[in-house]
């Protein structure tokens, strides 16, 4: 039911079918028995105690059931008062029956009607803005007359059995309460939820002390001294860096009593670790206000000093980009905050403080997710513009991702940059996104400090009752333009001559506070006098300050170190034992007794048992089942999450066996021994952005753990490209913040097209530098082994872009004997191998790096070719220079070749070619000063849609690789006319 049907002129009609509905809820309508239910929820037994008051003694619910809840099994209602009940009765001559009750019982209909009209629609005549712009009109659902009563109603006594907390009211004073409940500096938006708990939780929160928290004088000067120190920090950057780009919070400084709140409820609540992410705007003071940074610090730093110690490489970042963690005391609990550092890409945070808050709970054991929570602040066109934001709110109740609740706090300026929001939002709200998850969401006027602060510690008990997400949208302005060198006239000239007009929120409270006796004026200006007393002499100490350390290798990063360049020929202590093998493979390929495996996993199963028995012929999906377990029985944690990961997208991994009668899941790995450590595999959803986001986030807070995030198909990963750029490839040189993130990249030519066939190596290679990743394509099972278990034997960590194949799957040559892993360890650079090649006899070293290798074996075989070796690059970054050129010292005098599948405009020849070129040049080589290219020329498609046009470009490059003479190779970056005559 709309109610825009609950009018005057239904109003009658709507109270006979109550009527009914109260005798009999089944002679009703189920919409109608919702609807009624509805209108008393809050409490159990009110819609039976208005039954008995409007209809006399004699009516009595229909056997056990109590109306308005949703379980019919529950006991009847205890007896209340009588005092309600008799006034309620008083309205009629004694012994009335129903039908004298009329008129009382439309009454009292028409008013919940309109009470309810206020939960649902209030919001929308609140009192938001604190500047006055957006004007509120009357919504005719909010008038009372729109229920059938007339200013002569006014003053007649209703009866509403305490749905206001009041028995009953004239109607003037129930529209006086509604408003002030609903339409006050707070608006409310909870009816969407599908919840009756959290709906009648909150109806009874807000509802029961007017929407207000009653603050005690002291906790009103302590919103006072944060607004003070809030606004004074802004103001003194403006005076002493005149026009630096700050970002500043001027106009939205409540949000730091705000968070106070959030930390001090928090804490007691049970909240001891809280992650926060944020964009720039506001971060200077969040870092000084709630974390607690020296002010003489942010002082050095805008003297253009580093945040890091001298002895401490890398890029670093630009103030407001910059997070940090602190310790804080609240009533004797102690709560550790980390404010994530972030770059201006909106939002690309968020997922990875969720992940961050998902790690520490594992760390913790917070099974019930009340102890490490996450904090996300956003500015109001980005919460609205950014589909980061919604990608996290589908995490936000899936089992692998969901953190127990967000609470998600938008700094509301009613501006992005330059744009207005009816340029920048289709809905009403900024928020509406919310709604998405059934989340409540508290709109509330940033000028009115307690009302914000009332809002946080609502916000903070709903998330820490329920575990699900909550919003506070304060709604505010910006002093500033988009940053402090920016003219916001331009565009906005009415908002911006409002502004100027307008007083500071500090200004505001002060006065507020002065009529109610809390503070005086002098005390006021003595709060301001004292904190630019303290800002001059932190001011003064900058000159001198040097951080005096850097905490990247703190907590669970304490033991590990910072890489200082790849050592090239180390091993890493990979290899394992045939005994730790074996005890692997045994639960890998042994199903519960009872559990209806599918036949042709039970076969898979059945071969992977054979390969350990022989030790001979381990494919990729049991050299990785075999990485993970031993892992896990070492006490590493292991987590893969990705799209489809659980069964493999070529359903090569079945980490996860389904009963294929009870549909019951077993994961073998989770029984490797009994000490062991955890293993989550996880089904993501369809995202590839928010899903690393979270990964990376994880990594950052689970150093001892092998973290992994696998796309469907490598090209996927392009929807990711966010987190790669400004997170995976960068993060450790902008802010000292080291990954161990495993990216897993299926990638091959197999003729499936431009979107299946190309990860797009280019792409991560030109993100390679400084030592701040690794990129491999690996050709072997056991060096497949190798490489994940590196990534944790290792002191230090690096992220790690994997290629993974797809048709090598299976490929009966891509396998590796059980020697491989239990003698040897990670290979940068695999040698020509096959003894018939003899180094003397060779006219051309063929370089590859991937599947392209398999294609080369098989086609010099059928042509009988022993002048041709084949060297396999591995690991493209950090570049093995010194492998290479070991391997090409073998073949003095042959021609070298970098043979690829992919187009010459990408794949791995542009990072080669000049790394190939030093390396000729150190050979001294008199036979050619470049490597020449053997592959498909530059395209501006990865590869062709048509199979047939695949298959002849496959056979071409490989024969170009291993029979063109150097004169008739082809140039990568011109179209060459015997390809295209093929193709």
């Not at 980061?388 to 709110?393: P, S």
């Not at 959803?685 to 986030?697: A, I, M, R």
């Not at 970054?877 to 042959?894: Q, S």
Request: with cysteine; aromatic share 8%; charged share 25%.
């Amino acid at each position: 039911m709309e109610p825009s049907f609950l009018n005057g002129a239904n109003a009658i009609y709507i109270a006979e079918v109550y009527s009914r509905y109260l005798e009999d809820p089944a002679s009703v309508d189920p919409g109608w028995v919702d609807f009624f239910r509805d209108l008393t929820s809050g409490a159990p037994d009110r819609a039976d105690d208005l039954a008995g008051d409007l209809l006399g003694p004699s009516w009595r619910p229909r056997g056990n059931q109590v109306i308005g809840t949703s379980d019919p099994d529950a006991p009847p209602a205890p007896p209340r008062p009588k005092e309600g009940k008799e006034a309620a009765r008083s309205k009629a001559p004694a012994g009335a029956s129903p039908a004298d009750l009329r008129q009382p019982i439309l009454d009292s209909i028409r008013a919940l009607m309109m009470i309810r009209a206020y939960r649902v629609r209030g919001h929308l005549m609140a009192r938001l803005d604190p500047l006055g712009l957006s004007a509120t009109e009357e919504h005719p659902e909010l008038d009372y007359r729109s229920y059938g009563f007339t200013p002569d109603d006014l003053g007649r006594e209703i009866f509403i059995d305490n749905v206001l907390g009041m028995e009953s009211a004239t109607l003037a004073k129930i529209i006086e309460v509604v408003r002030e409940t609903y339409c006050g500096t707070i608006g409310v938006e909870f009816m969407h939820i599908q919840s009756p708990e959290q709906k009648s939780w909150i109806q009874r929160r807000i509802e029961g002390e007017r929407n207000h928290t009653k603050f005690t004088p002291e906790g009103k000067r302590a919103i006072l001294e944060r607004l003070t120190e809030a606004e004074g920090f802004e103001r003194f950057l403006q005076v002493k860096y005149t026009g630096t780009k700050r970002f500043g919070l001027e106009g939205g400084e409540t949000l730091i009593p705000a968070l106070e709140q959030v930390l001090k409820r928090g804490s007691q609540l049970g909240m001891t670790e809280i992650n926060v992410g944020m964009a720039h705007r506001g971060r200077l003071n969040v870092l000084t206000a709630i974390m607690h940074k020296p002010y003489r610090a942010i002082f050095s730093e805008f003297q253009g000093n580093s945040a890091n110690p001298e002895d401490v490489q890398g890029s670093g970042d630009v103030k407001y980009h910059l997070g940090t963690s602190a310790s804080r005391e609240f009533d004797g609990v102690t709560v550790h905050m980390s404010l994530q550092a972030n770059p201006s890409h909106l939002e690309a945070a968020d997922p990875v403080v969720l992940g961050k808050v998902r790690a520490k709970q594992a760390q913790i054991g917070d099974l019930d997710r009340t102890r490490a929570v996450a904090v996300l602040i956003h500015g109001d066109a980005a919460f609205a513009g950014q589909g980061i934001v919604a990608e996290c709110f589908a995490l936000s109740r899936l089992k692998g991702y969901r953190t127990g609740g967000t609470i998600h706090f938008v700094i509301n300026n009613q501006i992005g940059f330059t744009t207005s929001p009816q340029y920048s939002r289709s809905g009403q709200y900024c928020t509406d996104i919310a709604k998405s998850v059934q989340a409540p969401i508290f709109h509330v006027n940033g000028d009115d400090p307690e009302a914000v602060v009332h809002a946080a510690r609502i916000a903070t008990e709903f998330r820490q009752e329920f575990g699900d997400d909550v919003v506070v949208d304060m709604v505010c302005y910006r002093r500033q333009g988009h940053n402090e060198a920016d003219e916001p006239a331009f565009t906005q000239p009415l908002m911006y001559k409002a502004i100027a007009a307008h007083e500071t929120t500090r200004t505001v409270y002060a006065r507020a506070l002065e009529k109610e006796g809390v503070v005086s004026r002098e005390d006021a200006d003595h709060m301001v006098a004292a904190f630019n007393a303290r800002l001059e002499e932190a001011y003064k100490a900058a000159d001198s300050y040097r951080p005096n350390r850097a905490d990247w290798l703190a907590g669970k990063w304490e033991g590990l170190e910072a890489m200082n360049g790849e050592e090239e020929f180390r091993q890493d202590g990979t290899a394992v034992t045939p005994e730790a093998l074996r005890a692997v493979g045994k639960v890998i390929s042994t199903p519960p007794d009872n559990f209806n495996t599918n036949p042709k996993i039970v076969r898979q199963l059945k071969a992977k048992a054979e390969m350990m028995a022989s030790g001979r012929g381990f494919d990729w999906g049991t050299a990785e089942a075999l990485a993970f377990g031993t892992l896990l029985a070492e006490g590493t944690p292991v987590r893969l999450s990705g799209q489809d990961s659980g069964r493999g997208t070529f359903s090569h991994r079945h980490a996860v066996l389904i009963d294929q009668q009870t549909e019951d899941r077993y994961i073998p790995l989770e029984h490797v021994s009994r000490d062991q450590a955890r293993f989550e595999v996880i089904d993501s959803p369809l995202s590839e952005f928010s899903v690393l986001g979270f990964e990376y986030g994880y990594s950052l807070a689970e150093p001892r753990g092998l973290i992994m995030w696998e796309a469907q198909f490598g090209d996927f990963a392009n929807g990711a490209q966010v987190i790669f750029d400004q997170f995976v490839s960068s993060g450790e040189s902008k802010w000292l913040r080291m990954s161990g993130l495993v990216v897993l990249l299926p990638h091959g030519f197999e003729g499936q097209g431009p979107e299946h066939s190309s990860a797009r190596p280019e792409r991560y290679l030109q993100l390679c530098a400084e030592d701040n990743m690794q990129v491999v394509n690996v050709t072997t099972p056991a060096n497949y082994f190798h490489v994940l278990r590196r990534q944790i034997r290792r002191n230090f960590r690096k992220p790690l872009i994997i290629f993974t194949p797809k048709s090598l799957l299976r490929h009966k040559r891509c396998v590796s004997d059980i020697d491989a892993f239990t003698q040897a360890g990670f290979q940068r650079v695999i040698g020509e191998d096959d003894p018939r090649i003899v180094s003397g006899n060779v006219r051309r070293v063929v370089l590859c790096t991937g599947k392209v290798y398999y294609d080369l074996l098989q086609a010099r075989e059928e042509r009988n070719l022993d002048d041709v070796a084949l060297v396999r690059v591995e690991q493209l970054y950090p570049w093995p220079k010194d492998t290479v050129l070991r391997c090409l010292r073998h073949f003095p005098g042959a021609e070298v070749v970098w043979c690829q599948e992919e187009p010459a405009n990408m794949g791995a020849w542009t990072f080669v070619d000049r790394r190939l070129e030093y390396i000729l040049e150190e050979l001294g080589s008199t036979v050619q000063r470049r490597a020449i290219y053997a592959g498909r020329p530059s395209a501006a498609s990865p590869a062709t849609g048509l199979y047939r046009n695949h298959v002849s470009q496959q056979a071409l490059l490989v024969e170009q690789a291993l029979t063109w003479g150097r004169d008739t190779l082809p140039q990568p970056f011109r179209r060459v006319t015997r390809m295209s005559s093929i193709a």
